[in-house]
C-alpha cells in the first residue's frame, strides 16, 4: 500500500507503538499538540537537531529504510554523547514522497525503534508531511547532563593529550564501497559498509569520559581534520597530531588503495565516523586508560599554545598545517 491511500492520521497511528521505553519520564508522548515530559532537576537540558536529506546525505539504493532510520537518530545520540550528557527523547520529522510504500515508513521507523530501545531512548513527537520530491527526515534529540560533565569544545588546555574512541576512517571508505557497487566481493569490506550506514554512537562512552576528566569533546562527524580545529579554534589553544599514532582498522588499510588514497587521509579527511575526540590531562588519562569505558582509546597528539599553530606530523617527522577539509554544504 502507499502512503496516499494510507493517510496521514492511520500513518502516524502506525508509528505510535513501542515508542516509550521510560515510561517515567514522559508525561504525554505521541497524541497531542506536544509532548510532556519531566526533567530531573539540577541537570542542565541539551538539545540538538539534524537533518538528513535524500540524494545529500543518503542514498535509497545503498541504504534499507531500517538502515536509514537507526542512523538517523544515531546521529543525533552522537552530539548528546559529545557534550557529556544522556539522550532521552526525540521528536521525528519527516517529509516522504506520497508513492513511498507504507511498509518503508514502517521498516524506517523499526530501525529508529531499535536503537531508542537500545540506549533507553523515547520517541515523543514529530510532524509528517508530503514531500514533492525525494525523502527529509529531521530528527530533534533532548537530552541531559550535570553541569560540572558538560563538554565543550572550549575546554582544551596547553599539554593536554588529544585521544580519541575507537578507529577512524572506516566510514568514509565504507561510502566509497558502496558507491562503488561490488564491495560484498571484498571480503574486508563488510565491516567498512556497516560502520557507514549504521554507525554506533559513543553514548555511554562520553558520559563515562565526562566524569573521568575530559576537558573538552567533540563526536567526530566531518573528518578529525575538522573536529580538532573546531576544538583548538573554541579553545584559543594550538594542536600537534601524529599521524602515524592516528588509529585505524586493518579492514581500513587494506581497502584504501583500492581507491587510491592512504587510510590516514580517510581518517583526516572522511567523515561519519561518530567517535569521540577529546581532551584530558596526561595524568588523569593514565587513571582513565585503566578504566574499561567500552572503547578501544588512542592518544593520538597533545595541545600546544595557539601561536603553533594547528599542525599534522607526518610518519617521517615532517611537520605541515592541518587543514580542515570536512563536508561543507555550501562548497
Ligand atoms: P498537530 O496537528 O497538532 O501538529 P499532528 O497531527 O501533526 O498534530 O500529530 C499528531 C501527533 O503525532 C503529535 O503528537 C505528533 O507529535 C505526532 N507525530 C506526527 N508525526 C509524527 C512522526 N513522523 N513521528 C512521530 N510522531 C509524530
Ligand atoms: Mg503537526
Redesign the pocket.
Known sequence: MQLEQLGEFAL?DL?KKDTINTVDSVVIG????A?VLKSTPGRLQLVSTDMLVEKVHFDLSTSSAWQLGYKAIGVNLSDIAAMGGVPNHVV???AVPKQLPVEFVVRLYDGMKEICREFGVN?V????VSSPDGLVINVTVLGDVEPDKLQRRSGASVGEFVVVTGTLGDSSCGLDLLMQGDWQNYAFATPLVTRHLVPKPQVMQGAKLATLGSTSMNDISDGLASEISEIAHASNVGVRIYSSLIPLSPELEEAAPIFGKSAVHYALYGGEDYQLLFTIDPEQFKLLAQVDIGARLTVIGEITDQSQGILLVAEDGQTCTLEAQGYNHFR
Not at 505521541?30 to 499538540?33: E, Q, R, S, Y
Not at 513527537?125 to 509528517?128: F, M, R, S, V
Open positions: 502516524i508509528i505521541i497524541g497531542d499538540d509532548a521525528i520529522a519527516i520517541i513527537g514529530g510532524d509528517t
